[in-house]
C-alpha cells in the first residue's frame, strides 16, 4: 500500500521515527500544544489528530489509536509499515486489577495478555505472549528514575470488552495481571511482525478492585507524569 493511508492522510516523512499513541485524539492535541514546540498537524482523518513536533530538539510524533485492538492495530500496522515510524509508545489509561495501584499510579506493560482472537491472523501452533520492547522498557524504567516517579512494571490485560457479562472480573488478579486497558497486545504483535519496538505506559484511571474512578477530563487533561515519561524516553 502507498501514503497516504485510508486512515493516515500524511506523506513519507511527515512522522518521527518515535511516535507517542494515545488513545484519545484529544489527549494528543492536549500533548502536542503542552510540551511540543513546532507542532505540525499531520493526519486528521476522522478526527485523530497527529502532530509532529520537538521535545528538547528530538523530533517525535504524537497520534491518537482510538480504542480497542482493532483501531490500535490499524493505526500502528500502516504507521510501523507504511510510515517507516521505528518505535510506537502507547500512554493511555488503565484499570487497576491490583489493590497496591491507587489512582494516578503508573503502570509500564513489560507484558499484555489478552482475551482476544488478534493472534490468530499468525496462525502459529501455539499461544503467543506478546512483550514490550526491551530497549524502550529499559529506557523508560531509568528516565522514571531521573524524573523521581514510581513505576510499577509487569504483565497487564488487553480486554476486547469494556462491558461484559462476566461474573469474575478479578480472574486475572490471581496470576498477578497489574492492570486492565484495550491496546497494547495488538500493538506490541504488530512491532513484533513488523520487526520494531513498541512499549505501553499506562496511569490508573479507575480501580476494579475499589470502584474509584477520574473524569474523562482529568485523563484528557492531567496525566501529565505519563506524558512526561513517555516523552524522556522518546
Known sequence: MSTPTPHI??????????????????????????????????????????????????????MASGMGMPSMGIYSYELFNFFDVQNIIRIGSAGALSPALPLRSIVIGMSASYNSVFANQYELPGIYAPTASYTLLRKATDAAEKLGLTVTVGNI???????????????WQKMGVLAVEMESAALYMNAARAGKNALCICTISDSIVTG????????????TQMMELALETA
Open 9 to 62: 492522510n500524511a506523506k513519507p516523512g511527515d512522522f518521527a521515527e518515535t511516535v507517542l499513541m494515545p488513545g484519545d485524539p484529544l489527549r494528543s492535541k492536549f500533548i502536542a500544544e503542552t510540551f511540543l514546540t513546532d507542532a505540525v498537524l499531520v493526519n486528521n482523518v476522522r478526527g485523530v489528530q497527529g502532530y509532529t513536533g520537538f521535545y528538547k530538539g528530538k523530533r517525535v510524533s504524537v
Open 157 to 171: 490485560l488487553s480486554n476486547d470488552l469494556f462491558y461484559s457479562d462476566a461474573t469474575n472480573s478479578l480472574a
Open 212 to 223: 474509584e474512578a477520574t473524569t474523562a477530563e482529568e485523563r484528557q487533561n492531567t496525566f
